[in-house]
C-alpha cells in the first residue's frame, strides 16, 4: 500500500487498517512530524546566529565610540592636582573615622581598575559596617 493512501485512510477511518498497516502509519507520522521539528529548529538556529551576528557588530562600533570618549576623559582627569586630590581622599577618610585631617597622613595613592561587580562592592561595604 503507498504511504499516502494509508495516510489518507488514516484520515477518515482507522478501524478498517490491519494492525502492521497502522504500525506503519503511526510511524510514518512520527517520522514526518520529527523532520519538520528538526527543520524549524535549524531555522531557529540560523535566525539566532544572524541575530548573534549583527548584535556583535553594533557592540563592536559602540565600543570604539566608548573608548574614544574614554580616552578623552582621562586626559582630562590627568590635568587635575593631584594636592586636591589628596586633600579630598584626606577629608573623607577623616570624615569617615571623626578625625581630624592633621591626625591623618596620606602617603601613597595608587588608582586600581576593580573587576569586582556592584553588588560585592556593596556587600563588603555592608560587612565593613557591621564591624565598625
Same mark, same amino acid.
Not at 500500500?1 to 478501524?15: E, Q
Not at 591626625?103 to 569586582?116: F, G, K, L, M
Given at each position: 500500500?503507498?504511504? $499516502?493512501?494509508l495516510?489518507?485512510k488514516? &484520515?477518515?477511518?482507522?478501524?478498517?487498517l490491519t494492525?502492521v498497516e497502522?504500525?506503519?502509519?503511526?510511524?510514518?507520522a512520527t517520522?514526518?512530524a520529527?523532520?519538520?521539528?528538526?527543520?524549524?529548529?535549524i531555522l531557529?538556529?540560523?535566525?539566532?546566529s544572524?541575530m548573534?551576528?549583527?548584535l556583535?557588530?553594533?557592540?563592536? $562600533?559602540?565600543?570604539?565610540?566608548?573608548?574614544?570618549s574614554?580616552k578623552?576623559e582621562?586626559y582630562?582627569e590627568?590635568?587635575?592636582?593631584e594636592?586636591?586630590?589628596?586633600?579630598v %581622599?584626606?577629608?573623607a577618610?577623616a570624615? &569617615?573615622?571623626?578625625? $581630624?585631617t592633621s591626625n591623618?597622613?596620606?602617603?601613597? %595613592? %595608587?588608582?586600581?581598575n &576593580?573587576?569586582d561587580?556592584?553588588w $560585592?562592592?556593596?556587600?563588603?561595604?555592608?560587612?565593613?559596617?557591621?564591624?565598625?
Amino acid at each position: 500500500m503507498d504511504l $499516502s493512501i494509508l495516510i489518507d485512510k488514516m &484520515s477518515t477511518d482507522i478501524s478498517s487498517l490491519t494492525a502492521v498497516e497502522r504500525l506503519v502509519g503511526g510511524l510514518t507520522a512520527t517520522f514526518l512530524a520529527m523532520v519538520i521539528v528538526f527543520v524549524v529548529l535549524i531555522l531557529i538556529m540560523f535566525c539566532v546566529s544572524l541575530m548573534n551576528r549583527v548584535l556583535i557588530e553594533r557592540q563592536k $562600533s559602540k565600543q570604539e565610540v566608548e573608548s574614544v570618549s574614554l580616552k578623552e576623559e582621562v586626559y582630562e582627569e590627568e590635568d587635575t592636582n593631584e594636592e586636591e586630590l589628596i586633600a579630598v %581622599i584626606t577629608s573623607a577618610i577623616a570624615a &569617615s573615622l571623626n578625625t $581630624s585631617t592633621s591626625n591623618i597622613v596620606v602617603r601613597n %595613592i %595608587i588608582r586600581t581598575n &576593580s573587576i569586582d561587580p556592584a553588588w $560585592s562592592k556593596a556587600g563588603r561595604v555592608e560587612q565593613m559596617k557591621k564591624i565598625y
